[in-house]
């Protein structure tokens, strides 16, 4: 057994991070288990841990990169401004707020964009109250506010978001993960929504919400509800601190863990509240952003939550709707070093195309953003020092994340959104600010990433305090566009103007016996000597929504030789001979072997 081994096992749990309570001031905290302890003192302290693991340096660009971003915010015509109702109380959600989704609420091919909002906090009044906002893309990078004709201006604090179809009837509904109680808006096809929450019993009490996704718990052909939860916290419970004499945001391990839900479509338009018989009530978490994707490649789809200061959650699925938490057994739940970090979002795809999938996790300030290697069996290692996907990010607050082929080279390069949560942190830590660049990493297609922010275009120059990242075609061009939301300030949207002589693919998946929207379906693409997968995600990022249709860059093959797609029903549908550089609708069964 290596060394790594034995320190997870013999740490497990006890790693919970209530030196997270206060600002961290080492690069590696003092671990809590007396094995990590000791090798430590006998290597010479955290630094002498991180260069023996590996985790003393990353590569950075110096000469142009092949990914082009453009910041064409200004042109959009989007007016929104994010809020997070700070009233000087420092109530926790404040710095955590919020996530954003991407989607096709209207059919029409374009993908648009609902943005989530803060809400007044401690009995401060706004008029005209803060609101969440949907905009209508138009084409040619025009996007119109449609927020009171759609019906979906809801004023409640929006934390977490993810959209599917629930009711299997071919249009995009939306589900709200608030403070407070949640929404769900069902989509009437005619571009108006109807808030059901209510009839579909899926408020879920008055949390703290983190992320949320829609899965097929039990290949049944209908959604069901994940629904994180992430502290145990109201505004009667509130604390702030004070660092160097200016008051700061606590930790969240000061108002303490609770259990996240997850509802099961009854498939009349009710949810059924089934967190205790299913297993996920059993265990306690701060989580943030979850995904739910087929890590052990078994055929169902098991949910993966990304914890802050503790270890995370890996729920797995057994097939039938039931789960079992393995996360100290796959690799997932600590780092390289044994340790449980500030989990913001979680995001996974196949950065070295061997056919399974990674996980990508971002993190806080002095921690690494992680990337997971998927070893087969179940199995991860912690990749971020071997492939250099670390650079950049140990300096930063690190949120959204996407593993995207941004300029369609047949390998997925890396996103991460960046801004402290601390908004008073430049005043006592000038290691540190409030506002600052996000990070692009590029594949090299060898397993090793380069920061190469500097050399993509003036959209990675821009300097906010981003929290949700989401990816998609916003102009329909073959390649994935980005869309940040901004704490207390404006959105950024950025243009993908990569070099547009590598081919592409985009599959939409059309259930008959699955669910309408192949959300947990695995997609397999072969061209020459290129294979790719990717699965239908509903809920991904930090407590964010993006990439429903799944997209592979060919590089320069010419021709897709065969296209594999296994529906959560067990079916599989197989093309061949399949042209690139278009969107390609495939209906469960047309196709059938």
């Not at 052990?296 to 729920?315: T, Y």
Request: contains cysteine.
């Amino acid at each position: 057994m290596s060394v790594l081994s034995l320190m997870r096992l013999e740490c497990g749990k006890r790693l919970n991070h209530d030196w997270f309570i206060s600002e961290l001031t080492d690069p590696l905290p003092a671990p809590r288990c007396p094995l990590v302890a000791g090798i430590l003192r006998l290597r010479g302290g955290a630094f002498a841990l991180a260069t023996l693991l590996g985790t003393s340096s990353f590569m950075t660009a110096q000469e142009p990169s092949s990914i082009q971003l453009r910041d064409v915010t200004s042109q959009t015509g989007i007016t929104f401004t994010h809020t997070d109702g700070s009233s000087g109380q420092r109530y926790i959600v404040e710095s955590v707020s919020c996530g954003l989704a991407l989607l096709d609420y209207d059919g029409d091919g374009d993908v648009d964009i609902y943005f989530l909002n803060g809400a007044p906090l401690g009995g401060v009044q706004w008029n005209p109250p803060p609101r969440n906002a949907l905009y209508r893309n138009e084409g040619d990078w025009k996007f119109t506010d449609v927020t009171d004709s759609a019906g979906v201006g809801d004023t409640g604090y929006g934390l977490g978001i993810c959209a599917g179809d629930y009711d299997n009837d071919g249009d995009q509904d939306i589900y709200l993960n608030n403070f407070g109680p949640n929404v769900l808006y069902r989509n009437n096809g005619d571009g108006t929504f109807s808030d059901v929450t209510l009839a579909a019993g899926v408020a879920n009490g008055a949390l703290v919400g983190a992320g949320a996704c829609f899965l097929d718990i039990e290949n049944d052909g209908d959604l069901d509800l994940y629904v994180a939860n992430y502290v145990d916290f109201t505004c009667d419970k509130n604390r702030s601190r004070i660092v160097n004499g200016h008051p700061a945001y606590v930790g969240p391990m000061i108002y303490g863990a609770v259990p996240d839900t997850l509802f099961r479509n009854n498939g009349d338009g009710t949810f059924t509240d089934i967190s205790v018989e299913s297993g996920v009530a059993a265990h306690k978490g701060t989580s943030m952003g979850t995904i739910c994707a087929d890590y052990d490649n078994d055929g169902d789809s098991d949910i993966i939550v990304g914890n802050d200061a503790m270890g995370n959650l890996v729920m797995r699925n057994n097939g039938t709707g039931r789960f079992e938490e393995v996360g100290m057994f796959t690799g997932l739940a600590f780092d390289l070093h044994g340790m449980g970090q500030g989990t913001m979002g979680v995001e996974c795809g196949d950065y070295d195309n061997d056919g399974r999938l990674d996980f990508h996790m971002t993190s806080y300030q002095k921690q690494w953003a992680t990337l997971y290697r998927n070893r087969g069996e179940g199995l991860f290692e912690d990749a971020t020092y071997s492939t250099g996907a670390g650079a950049g990010t140990l300096p930063r607050v690190t949120w959204g994340t996407g593993l995207v082929d941004f300029d369609n080279d047949g390998d997925r390069d890396l996103f991460i959104a960046c801004g402290h949560l601390q908004d008073t942190v430049d005043l006592w830590d000038d290691s540190a600010s409030y506002l600052t660049r996000n990070l692009l990493l590029a594949n090299n297609g060898r397993g090793k990433f380069t920061d190469v922010s500097d050399q993509s275009g003036d959209g990675l120059e821009v300097k906010l305090s981003s929290r949700g990242a989401a990816f998609d075609d916003l102009d329909n061009d073959g390649d994935i566009d980005v869309v940040l939301l901004n704490s207390r300030r404006e959105p950024t949207l950025l243009k993908n103007e990569s070099d547009g002589r590598n081919h592409w693919l985009q599959v939409r998946l059309r259930g008959s016996h699955s669910n309408r929207d192949g959300v947990g379906a695995r997609i397999k693409v072969v061209t020459g000597d290129l294979t790719l997968i990717d699965e239908v995600h509903s809920g991904r990022g930090y407590q964010s929504h993006y990439g429903l249709h799944p997209h592979f860059g060919l590089g320069q093959r010419t021709r897709v030789d065969r296209i594999e797609v296994r529906w959560m029903s067990g079916k599989m549908d197989i093309l061949q001979n399949v042209a690139v550089d278009q969107i390609l609708e495939i209906t469960e069964g047309e196709h059938g072997q």
